[in-house]
């Protein structure tokens, strides 16, 4: 219909560029009870007539800002529904496409019920995406209260099969941390978390539905800890609650990591960090090592690098590499370009900076004297760095993304006979 006239027409399951219209000398009331019983779908409650002296129902309020991922708990107002839909004789039965009309004023909770009989399954077990008018563009219609106010004429709704979330519920994507790879991060799948629900419980329904995927995890030995982008964030502890005690955003991600052991990280005030021992003689790096501390003093980190490698405390010297994590480096920069043995108290401070679990740390004894290298051991040891920085450079970073089409148009210049060649 028109769309100044309360009816859009759309193409529900795909693109379609059929579209219907109605008389244009009809009323808003005659419209919404136009159209074959056996193709209609009327809302309950208006079925009956509308007269000059019934009251119009009040329009719905324009939205300020769209925003497809929020939910509303309000009830749909009470409001007149048009619906009726005609297959796309044109299109392919690989995929079913309607030519609907609809009433703007008609939610898209309305809207699903609708379209329930043509998709198969109920209105909770799908998702409306509207594409752009190219299909170069998808958004998800989540709110089950807003109207069709915003859609046009010959807009595309496309139908996905999937749980509709409630609005207590956020959809992760988790991935796996493996240290000393040169893969360390790795997507594994995405999760629906609810309000409410422990860490604990998740990390078992996440951990039960890999084990069927032929991984064998221990639930006493995997953790899930925060993802900051491309760094490894807080430790989430099973007691901890969605929401209440872990807020939840659109890019809140995780980590499952498996342990050696048991998890030790009990408290929320414990600090959790990565170590590696740097070997100044031999230009090597150990694998990465995991500490827990009580407090941020840097005398009790120092105490605890001397127990795991036997180096007296006043000789150990630490710096903190850049980058992401891993924090890789060339080891020829390593020893003469960070700060090592930096002048603080308390690992918070400048220029350490460490304010959450997950920092990376290296040490090394300070008595070690650093490699004279030959130019030919220099030699090898940068080609051996750049087989590795190509190694990792070639890392599937993969992330289940939605894919966009890139269409190019090649302009076609009209010659002019001045400027082309004339014989």
């Not at 019983?37 to 119009?56: I, K, M, R, T, W």
């Not at 030519?99 to 998702?127: H, N, W």
């Not at 639930?219 to 964030?233: A, D, Q, T």
């Not at 460490?354 to 040490?363: A, C, K």
């Amino acid at each position: 219909g028109d769309e100044e006239s309360g009816g859009v027409s759309g193409g529900a399951g795909g693109h379609s560029d059929q579209s219907t219209s109605e008389d244009s000398s009809l009323t808003d009331s005659d419209r919404t009870l136009i159209g074959d019983v056996q193709d209609e779908c009327v809302s309950d409650g208006d079925n009956q007539l509308a007269s000059p002296s019934d009251e119009e129902p009040n329009p719905l309020p324009a939205p300020e800002e769209e925003n497809w991922d929020e939910h509303s708990n309000q009830p749909p107002p009470k409001q007149f529904t048009y619906f009726k839909a005609s297959p796309d004789s044109a299109e392919l039965k690989k995929t079913l496409k309607l030519c609907i009309q609809v009433d703007k004023r008609m939610t898209m909770e309305s809207l699903k019920s609708c379209l329930e009989p043509y998709v198969g399954v109920p209105a909770s077990c799908f998702k409306l995406y509207r594409s752009g008018g190219a299909g170069d563009y998808e958004t998800p219609r989540t709110r089950q209260c807003d109207s069709l106010s915003s859609l046009k004429s010959e807009d595309n709704l496309i139908v996905r099969l999937g749980r509709q979330l409630t609005g207590d519920e956020h959809r992760i994507k988790v991935y796996q941390l493996v240290l000393d790879s040169t893969q360390p991060i790795k997507y594994l799948c995405e999760w629906i978390i609810a309000k409410g629900v422990t860490i604990g419980q998740t990390k078992k329904e996440i951990i039960d539905d890999l084990n069927k995927k032929h991984m064998n995890l221990e639930y006493n030995k995997c953790r899930l800890r925060k993802k900051n982008w491309k760094n490894v964030g807080r430790v989430y502890l099973d007691w901890q609650v969605w929401v209440d005690d872990i807020m939840v955003y659109s890019n809140s991600d995780v980590f499952l990591q498996e342990l050696a052991e048991p998890d030790t990280v009990k408290s929320t005030s414990q600090l959790s960090l990565f170590v590696r021992h740097w070997h100044p003689a031999t230009l090597t790096l150990d694998p990465f090592q995991e500490v827990i501390l009580d407090t941020y003093a840097v005398d009790e980190f120092k105490q605890t690098l001397s127990e795991i490698s036997d180096i007296p405390v006043e000789n150990i010297d630490f710096a903190k590499p850049t980058g992401f994590f891993p924090c890789e480096m060339s080891v020829l920069k390593i020893h003469t370009e960070l700060d090592w043995n930096p002048k603080v108290t308390s690992l918070d401070g400048w220029p350490v900076q460490i304010n959450d679990d997950g920092g990376v740390i290296l040490y090394k004894d300070s008595r070690e004297e650093l490699k004279t290298l030959t130019q030919e051991e220099r030699s090898e040891l940068l080609t051996k760095e750049s087989a590795r920085a190509g190694a990792a450079s070639t890392v599937n970073t993969y992330s289940p993304r939605k894919e966009r089409p890139l269409k190019i148009y090649l302009e076609r210049r009209p010659v002019c006979v001045g400027e082309a060649d004339v014989d």
